[in-house]
């Protein structure tokens, strides 16, 4: 079994090599000198695979990178480094400058690839609202999760007898109602502001293409950062597994 082990190993069949190593254990749970020589093998498996992974994360960065500025073009890039680890990646017209005093919704994404969607409410009297429901007229709809007022992710103010009402729902949070937007996009599509006094506005073509376009970035940014941390992940394991071979 051993030997059959090192030729799977030799020929790259590391799944089926695995596989041999631990019907060895369970044949041989007392031969000391065989369990030792499968251990070293297993570790020198683990060591080819975190290879395999950082060749692939290699070959794929590259092309994400590239992918992701052609993405970029049409957003801007906004950080502030006094509070910000992250900076963020908003639609170029769905910049707060350019939308003040209008109820609509707007998203944004961060350079590890979170979005995030906000709905803002602008009227003479507050509507308290702590969700968002999107459907389309065929009775299709998805819903975030609720936000309630806490100044920060949920905040509103007055200024000059007006409210202004912003939720945010970040990651997982609004990460339903977005995908539904996203695929939907050409359809007409309602928004409800919930959890306070009933609120509806209709999506406009621009808002849903900048929410198109920010998931778009977000699902590259994501496959980047995903690959970065394997890639990392991987280059840990190689240099703890070669100090377990070289002691061994």
């Not at 090599?17 to 749970?29: F, G, M, Q, T």
């Not at 395999?52 to 906004?78: N, Q, V």
């Not at 944004?108 to 308290?128: C, Q, T, W």
Request: charged letters at 30%; proline letters at 2%; aromatic letters at 10%.
């Amino acid at each position: 079994m051993l030997e059959q082990a090192k030729t799977m190993y030799e020929q790259n069949e590391l799944f089926a090599a695995k596989n041999e190593i631990d019907s060895l254990r369970a044949h041989y749970p007392k031969e000391v000198g065989v369990l030792k020589d499968g251990l070293e093998l297993m570790r020198l498996i683990e060591v080819k695979e975190a290879e395999r992974t950082i060749a692939y994360c290699d070959s794929l960065i590259p092309i994400k990178l590239i992918e992701a500025e052609t993405l970029k073009d049409g957003f801007i890039y906004e950080k502030d480094d006094a509070y910000q680890e992250l900076g963020n990646y908003t639609w170029k017209q769905q910049s707060i400058e350019r939308n003040l005093q209008r109820c609509y919704i707007r998203c944004g994404v961060d350079e590890k690839g979170e979005m995030y969607l906000a709905s803002v409410f602008f009227g003479a009297r507050p509507i308290n609202h702590t969700s968002l429901k999107v459907s389309t007229t065929d009775g299709l709809f998805a819903q975030t999760a609720t936000i309630p007022y806490d100044g920060g992710r949920n905040y509103r103010f007055e200024d000059l007898g007006n409210t202004t009402e912003v939720v945010t729902y970040k990651g997982d949070a609004g990460v339903d109602a977005i995908k539904f937007i996203y695929a939907n996009e050409k359809e007409r599509i309602k928004a409800e502001y919930m959890g306070g006094k009933a609120y509806t506005i209709y999506i406009t073509d621009a808002d849903k293409k900048a929410i198109a376009a920010t998931y778009d970035l977000a699902t590259v940014l994501n496959d980047i950062d995903t690959m970065v941390t394997q890639r990392e992940k991987a280059l840990s394991k190689i240099e703890y597994m070669k100090g377990k071979l070289q002691k061994d």
